[in-house]
């Protein structure tokens, strides 16, 4: 049997080496031409039930965390304890398992990039993949790296509204989110090197629009300034001119 592999490219702590490589084995993906008519946009996908795992369980998640609060209310309009703790745990439990599929198998089969750390005599180091010469299919890129932005922005928001709520007991599991999403974002921002250049050029377009903004916000201002300057000096000038009247004297 046939297998397609993915070298991936290793960068150990921030700096690739060139020279190492593991291989995985890249599981099949598609859909068959028959059946493709009946899975609508995600036709468009190499990889169809990847995508349906990466968004399986983060979706279950939120689902929780935004209608298991109706069984957690005490009548008193807080929190029940018991039903809140198995609110949480349910949660707990899916985002864990989101953070494990997004960190070893979607990334890996959607994008070619994997992170991972390991430990030798004390030290941890953190390793960062990207396969090599691997075309990536474009509807999965997108939905990949949509979804894994997307993600610690929702829970950020979240967040805020339970501190604006007075809801800090709710902060556990967004806390949670937080961590465990912000972690795969950041492990595969350090892998991709296209997500490194974009964020780049998007500092550097931010930098450029600032600088421009601040120089026509001066250069408006000196503007205002000089015609300000000029508007009261012929002000000026023509009350001087005023106040100068002829005077007529007659000798006697």
């Not at 702590?13 to 599981?27: K, L, R, W």
């Not at 028959?34 to 998640?61: C, E, M, T, Y």
Request: charged share 10%.
């Amino acid at each position: 049997m046939a297998t397609n592999d993915l070298h991936f490219t290793v960068s150990t702590n921030g700096v690739e080496d060139t020279t190492n490589y593991h291989d995985s084995p890249a599981a099949p993906g598609g859909i068959p031409p028959a059946n493709q008519q009946d899975w609508g946009r995600l036709s468009q996908s190499a990889h169809p039930f990847v995508i349906i795992f990466h968004l399986l369980f983060k979706s279950l998640a939120l689902l929780m965390y935004l209608f298991g609060g109706w069984f957690s209310k005490a009548k008193n309009g807080g929190s029940a304890g018991a039903n809140f703790i198995v609110v949480t745990v349910i949660c707990i439990f899916l985002l864990s398992a989101d953070f494990w599929t997004v960190k070893n198998v979607t990334g890996r089969l959607l994008v070619g990039l994997r992170w991972w750390n390991k430990v030798e005599n004390d030290q941890t180091s953190w390793i960062f993949e990207s396969a090599k010469n691997r075309q990536v299919n474009a509807f999965d890129k997108s939905v990949f790296w949509t979804v894994l932005y997307a993600a610690p922005v929702v829970w950020g928001v979240l967040g805020f509204f339970a501190i604006l709520r007075f809801q800090f007991s709710w902060l556990i599991i967004c806390g949670t989110a937080l961590a465990l999403s912000g972690a795969n974002v950041y492990g595969y921002y350090k892998c991709s090197s296209e997500q490194k250049a974009r964020f780049e050029q998007m500092m550097q377009d931010g930098a450029q629009a600032g600088a421009m903004a601040m120089f026509q916000n001066s250069a408006s201002s000196m503007q205002n300034s000089v015609m300000g300057f000029v508007t009261k000096a012929a002000a000026g000038g023509g009350t001087q001119q005023q106040n100068q009247q002829p005077v007529e004297a007659t000798f006697t």
